[in-house]
């Protein structure tokens, strides 16, 4: 069983910075595209920032500048950087990866971390 853990969320002032893990745990698996997400109260839930497998990334407009996303194969973890922090980034933030086991490719998704910016 695969599981992915995020960690790194809190509260924080305006202007600040966090980051992020999202860590895949098990064996025999090959995570290949990760994305973050966010979901506000009242919202839907947005895609934030991507990176593929070959790490390719891509942002949301709102958030290129000033958050960047990584990954450490070796440690099976995907990073989300965030810098210059605002009140609107406030969310629960969760990770989502393709993850391949014997060939067969599943969606997996964190269970959240929260994310508060204070102005």
């Known amino acids: 069983q695969v599981q992915l853990v995020e960690s790194g969320g809190g509260l924080v002032e305006f202007g600040g910075s966090l980051r992020l893990s999202c860590a895949a745990s098990g064996s025999g698996f090959s995570l290949n595209d990760v994305g973050w997400y966010r979901q506000a109260p009242g919202k839907l839930r947005d895609l934030v920032a991507a990176i593929t497998s070959g790490g390719n990334t891509n942002y949301t407009d709102s958030v290129k500048g000033r958050f960047t996303i990584s990954r450490d194969n070796a440690k099976n973890t995907v990073y989300l950087q965030m810098n210059s922090l605002k009140p609107e980034d406030t969310a629960v933030y969760y990770c989502?990866?393709?993850?391949?086991?014997?060939?067969?490719?599943?969606?997996?998704w964190g269970q959240g971390t929260q994310v508060t910016v204070s102005s």
């Open positions: 989502t990866a393709r993850i391949a086991i014997q060939g067969v490719s599943r969606r997996h």
